[in-house]
């Protein structure tokens, strides 16, 4: 295609949104209209399928569930009004706590202000929340926030440490839906431990965020917590920004909330449009079934063009890749659907792998996200009449002809500024334009099956470890790792405990391995 002709496409296919100032550029896929003439009864049965779901449809049929993030949004769409109500004070009890907080109404013991976050949870419990602050967090926030998003004990350690002498004014979010997965719970006992160690009462520091009546709801109430916040089942942790999981942090940091609610209401009303070319997640579905087949068979690589926007891929990798990385299909057909998501940020990226996505193995398509404001205040020149956004802006046009001359497509998202009602839009976005690609390849979106097998695997291993340690201590003389296995009632896990007794060892937990390291099978194993 020439210039004239690619220009004349890009007209025809630009989305933009005039209240959100948000312009959506299709163009540089290659589809063609009998693509999308062949797509279009795939799309009404996925505009319906939305439809149903935002009325209250069991959307998750294998985990019987409603599926409501819109309502967060738009809480007269709840289906009933009880559930709307439930929405519209837990909003205004975030609120009302987030400003006591900051006032020093609410206060520690020992400290007139809280001056720290720490905020504990993983996956959908800390994507939203640390993404949002990345974005959206002012450079000196009312509260500073921390994260202890795994179960690592130097990351922990990292945080505890910069935190040392201010942790008598530290608030502490455990946040977790289900308030039972092993990472957060364990980075809650270490915080806690801490926090006794510093004579400090843990309850009047903390705050629980999960559903209902979880075993950290219970936990939180007979301790008497500082507050709890309530997660609610019809929402799933990888749309949970917009829920207490996301307002609370974001809240608490000075960021506007509300403004975040409207512009994801606001992007959902465009996506709610029943048109393909005046959808905007509509046309993303449209682009990305067409790069990979309907079968992923390309990744989505996000390169933003705005260091504030640079967690919004890792976000976007749980959203889409949890979403849509499924087995089976609605009918229990075997599919392996999936998008890869990966990506940082531009121009950062084009010095480390955009060589390959040039050159390299074809199988992506590029998503650019641009920011039309490059700051807040008139920047100096680099150059006559030229700034350094000026600068990033050619970057990413540069980047956007270079990819589309060797045949590789891209999406290009425009927003005017990173702020909340932006950054709330591209979540909507992003959430609606999953729902319908789910749709247009039969699946369901909104479980996480393949999850639990990992899950059960470390629980099994954590089990061996036990009973492995139990046998060492009964044991008077050095045991070969066979030995071991076979006392444990346990002879084909010989490589598991290996791993176990090599880990416990480096740790000086009661454990000598004697022998030649790199000849497993030369170890003989005691206890200390
Ligand atoms: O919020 P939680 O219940 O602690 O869950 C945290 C995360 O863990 C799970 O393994 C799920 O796969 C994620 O979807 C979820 O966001």
Not at 422 to 448: D, F, K, M, P, W
Request: zero cysteines; charged letters at 20%; a negative charge.
């Amino acid at each position: 295609m020439d210039a004239k002709a690619l220009w004349q496409r890009y007209q025809n296919w630009l989305y933009f949104h005039e209240g959100l100032g948000l312009y959506l550029d299709v163009s540089r896929m290659r589809f063609d209209d009998a693509f999308v003439e062949s797509l279009l009864p795939k799309f009404d049965k996925a505009f319906a399928d939305m439809a149903e779901l935002e009325k209250g449809a069991i959307a998750n049929p294998d985990e019987n569930r409603m599926v409501g993030h819109y309502w967060l949004r738009n809480p007269d769409l709840a289906p009933t009004p009880e559930l709307t109500q439930e929405i519209v004070q837990t909003l205004e009890n975030i609120e009302a706590f987030a400003e006591k907080v900051q006032t020093g109404a609410i206060h520690p013991p020992k400290a007139s202000r809280f001056t720290d976050v720490i905020s504990i949870g993983i996956g959908g419990s800390a994507l939203g929340p640390q993404f949002v602050a990345e974005a959206l967090s002012p450079d000196f926030p009312p509260l500073k926030i921390h994260f202890i998003d795994n179960s690592d004990p130097a990351g922990i350690d990292r945080i505890l440490n910069h935190l040392r002498n201010n942790l008598a004014s530290t608030l502490v979010l455990v946040i977790s839906k289900s308030g039972g997965t092993p990472e957060p719970r364990n980075g809650m006992i270490e915080v806690k431990k801490a926090y006794a160690g510093h004579n400090l009462d843990f309850a009047k520091y903390a705050v629980a965020i999960t559903s209902v009546d979880s075993n950290l709801d219970k936990v939180a109430q007979a301790e008497g917590w500082l507050a709890r916040f309530p997660m609610y089942d019809w929402v799933g942790g990888r749309t949970s920004e917009m829920s207490s999981v996301g307002l609370v942090p974001a809240a608490l940091q000075g960021i506007d909330v509300r403004a975040m609610l409207d512009g994801a209401k606001e992007m959902d009303d465009a996506t709610r449009v029943r048109d393909l070319k005046n959808n905007p997640a509509a046309l993303l579905a449209l682009a990305w079934y067409f790069s990979g087949n309907g079968r992923g068979e390309k990744d989505m690589v996000v390169l933003p063009y705005k260091d504030s926007l640079l967690l919004f891929s890792r976000y976007l990798q749980q959203l889409v890749m949890e979403s849509l990385g499924k087995e089976k299909d609605l009918d229990g057909k075997t599919v392996y659907q999936g998008i890869a998501v990966y990506g940082n940020k531009g121009s950062t990226d084009q010095h480390a792998y955009v060589q390959q996505l040039r050159e390299g193995v074809p199988n992506f398509f590029a998503t650019l996200i641009e920011v039309l404001e490059d700051r807040n205040r008139p920047s100096p020149e680099i150059e006559p009449g030229v700034t350094s956004g000026d600068f990033l802006s050619g970057f990413l046009q540069g980047t956007r002809q270079a990819l589309y001359e060797n045949h590789r497509d891209s999406i290009t998202v425009t927003i005017p500024q990173v702020n909340p009602r932006t950054v709330g839009a591209l979540i909507a976005l992003y959430e609606r334009a999953v729902g319908l690609y789910a749709s247009l390849v039969n699946i369901n979106a909104y479980h996480q099956p393949g999850v639990e097998a990992g899950k059960k695997a470390a629980a099994a291993i954590l089990d061996l470890q036990t009973r492995v340690v139990a046998v060492l201590q009964k044991e008077k003389t050095a045991l070969s790792l066979e030995e071991v296995a076979e006392k444990a009632g346990v002879a084909d896990q010989v490589e598991a405990i290996y791993k176990i007794l090599r880990h416990l060892y480096a740790n000086h937990r009661g454990v000598v391995l004697q022998g030649d390291l790199g000849q497993p099978s030369s170890l003989k194993v005691s206890a200390s």
